[in-house]
């Protein structure tokens, strides 16, 4: 199975930071990377898909980069409604018995 | 609007079977890969099960194959997960979550507000 690893696993920032979190891939998956939000008792939220592809309706704040194994999600200029975690899924081993998730970033309050 | 609702969670002894559902609207059901996904307490994301449109193509995570099984009705709009020999580890809110498919893309646009499974005497 391919592996995901984030870092941090967790991070405080302020209001207005600019905030980086990085995936990595155990193997090479192309741009088959996707990003998550999920806050506390909610479902996951799609943001980026293929490494870079901004979900419709997601603030433009929100940005994916990389390709091959590693990977960032930025925001711009952090909000209140962003604190969250944040989670990466590589979906490069299709048919989808293999999607795997990365472990997560919590992002919270400075 | 898309929606899916999950339901069907609740507290069961270990060895026991509970069946999940999730109502899908807002969208044509039956064009649409399903999937899910499951979510331990205070843990992170676990993929479960896949299901194609049409229900011919099923996956499952070796974690439980063998006891869980994917289903869907596409006339009732309507995605199951069928799980048996529960045990604690099994213990997770499930999410039923919608694929869509793109250019080096596959990922899951939208998902449901969860059920929650407890596995517990």
């Known amino acids: 199975d391919i592996q995901m690893t984030q870092s941090p696993s967790s991070l405080s920032a302020s209001v207005g930071d600019r905030v980086t979190i990085t995936c990595r891939a155990s193997?090479?998956?192309?741009?088959?990377l996707n990003w998550y939000q999920q806050k506390p008792g909610k479902a996951p939220k799609l943001l980026i898909y293929?490494?870079?592809s901004l979900q419709s309706g997601v603030p433009s704040r929100f940005s994916g980069s990389g390709s091959g194994t590693d990977f960032t999600l930025t925001i711009s200029s952090l909000q209140p409604e962003d604190f969250a975690t944040y989670y990466c899924?590589?979906?490069?081993?299709?048919?989808?018995?293999?999607?795997?998730f990365g472990p997560g970033t919590k992002v919270d309050i400075k | 609007e898309v929606q899916l609702v999950e339901s069907g969670g609740g507290l069961v002894q270990p060895g026991g079977s509970l069946r999940l559902s999730c109502a899908a609207s807002?969208?044509?059901?039956?064009?649409?890969?399903m999937n899910w996904v499951r979510q331990a307490p205070g843990k992170g994301l676990e993929w479960v099960s896949y299901?194609?449109?049409?229900?011919?193509?099923?996956y499952y995570a070796d974690s439980v194959k063998g006891r869980f099984t994917i289903s869907r009705d596409n006339a009732k709009n309507s995605l199951y997960l069928q799980m048996n020999s529960l045990r604690a580890e099994d213990t997770a809110v499930y999410y039923c979550?919608?694929?869509?498919?793109?250019?080096?893309?596959?990922?899951?646009?939208?998902w449901g507000q969860g059920t929650l499974v407890t596995v517990s005497s």
């Open positions: 979550a919608r694929v869509r498919w793109g250019i080096s893309a596959y990922y899951f646009d939208y």
């Open positions: 807002g969208f044509t059901f039956s064009s649409y890969e």
């Open positions: 299901i194609s449109s049409s229900g011919s193509t099923i």
């Open positions: 193997q090479s998956i192309s741009s088959y």
């Open positions: 293929a490494a870079s």
């Open positions: 899924q590589q979906s490069y081993s299709t048919p989808p018995e293999r999607i795997t």
